[in-house]
């Protein structure tokens, strides 16, 4: 379609602040060209709806900003941080609301509805406080490196309209004795006084056990004075601890958050949504995105969002001379060989092996006419292939 890329924009620029009305009239343009034969403009605006879906399922409908946080001072770019007194360092840095990005990260339907209800708490303050309740104030996010748990953090604070202070582990943590609780005192005090939301990441640092033989005395004394400043935390904010190694933690310390939330790795689904969010605007037929998803098993969001990534960069270098996807997973293999599930990875080296694991894969059901796309090679070349290879296998049997 003429003029598509336009259209496209248009759509996604609309759909970050969607209404019924206006998803409507996107799907139907979505199922009209889908219809039309132009497959690649439907899946990218099936993307673009997907996106939006997934932001609804965790935007509560009935936030309201102004009522989300009563009291305290309000954070400027003027404000002066908090630093160590040895070494004048900042313990924290402070970003605002409008350097956050807008886009919702995506999680499995699950994930998002926790988030949800998370978020809905600070939208019936009256309600709660009618009832002589408090909304949650502290969040524990874990899970692998990669899963978004940074990028949901930052999200979540930009959905309560609240600046986020990040505290800077590098700077609390002292080599001058009692200098680190100090630190970590100091920076509790100063985000006590702010509506704001406060992000330790890298928890784990801060939060290790007291009980591990390995550890000084001085790391029971920061532990201590954690758990003593996360109890005295002011309900003006939200304070979000993150950790790639929830094993590290002090049992103490897991029960001074009154949310844990897991992030898992997502599985083929959601696998296949974030390859269509990650591709755009490039256009990519639907054969790869689900190639994508099924070479990705087990691994994170960052490391598929790596793999699309280099898909694009030899799509902008190539243009539209012939290219091959599968020696464009070959050297993506190469160079990032933890990043692809192993066993897939081998099945690289021979087509026919790929195309038999492809074909019986259930969960992305790869018709014969997307794997003819995968390998450059017409639908009825790959009935033979498959054929061939049934034959083999039921002599062989």
Not at 81 to 94: F, G, N, Y
Not at 239 to 256: C, E, S, Y
Not at 345 to 364: C, G, N, V
Request: hydrophobic share 40%; net charge neutral.
């Amino acid at each position: 379609m003429q003029h598509f890329a336009l259209i496209q924009s248009l759509c996604r620029v609309a759909m970050s602040n969607p209404n019924p009305a206006l998803t409507k009239q996107v799907e139907r343009l979505r199922n009209a060209m889908q219809e039309a034969g132009e497959s690649k403009e439907a899946a990218a605006l099936s993307a673009i709806l997907t996106s939006a879906e997934r932001a609804e399922d965790m935007t509560p409908s009935k936030l309201t900003r102004s009522l989300v946080m009563t009291g305290g001072e309000t954070l400027t770019r003027n404000t002066v941080i908090p630093v160590d007194r040895e070494t004048s360092t900042p313990l924290a840095q402070v970003i605002f609301q409008q350097q956050i990005p807008e886009g919702a990260p995506i999680f499995s339907r699950d994930v998002s509805g926790a988030i949800k209800s998370l978020l809905e708490e600070w939208s019936h303050l009256e309600a709660f406080d009618a009832a002589g309740i408090k909304p949650s104030k502290t969040c524990l996010i874990y899970g692998a490196p990669g899963t978004g748990k940074t990028r949901l953090a930052m999200w979540m604070a930009k959905q309560l309209d609240l600046p986020v202070v990040v505290a800077r582990l590098d700077s609390l943590v002292s080599s001058f004795l009692g200098t680190s609780s100090r630190n970590i005192g100091t920076l509790f005090n100063f985000v006590n006084r702010f509506r704001c939301v406060l992000l330790l990441d890298e928890f784990d640092a801060l939060a290790k056990l007291r009980d591990d033989p390995q550890e000084v005395g001085e790391i029971k004394r920061i532990v201590n004075a954690l758990l003593q400043n996360l109890d005295t935390r002011e309900p003006l904010g939200f304070t979000i601890g993150i950790t790639n190694h929830p094993q590290l933690l002090d049992p103490a310390v897991w029960r001074r958050f009154e949310v844990q939330l897991q992030i898992p790795n997502p599985d083929t689904q959601l696998r296949l949504d974030m390859a269509r969010l990650f591709m755009m605007p490039t256009e990519a037929p639907e054969s790869h995105l689900k190639l994508f998803a099924w070479f990705t098993e087990g691994a994170t969001g960052a490391e598929l969002e790596a793999v699309v990534r280099s898909y694009k960069k030899l799509r902008a270098v190539r243009g539209d001379k012939p290219y091959e996807l599968l020696d464009l997973f070959r050297q993506f293999a190469t160079l990032n060989s933890g990043r692809l599930n192993a066993e897939r990875r081998h099945l690289l080296q021979d087509p026919a092996d790929l195309l038999e694991a492809l074909h019986r894969d259930t969960e992305l059901s790869f018709s014969q006419a997307e794997l003819g796309e995968i390998i450059n090679k017409d639908k009825s070349t790959i009935s033979r292939m498959l054929n061939s290879r049934n034959k083999s296998a039921r002599s062989h049997g």
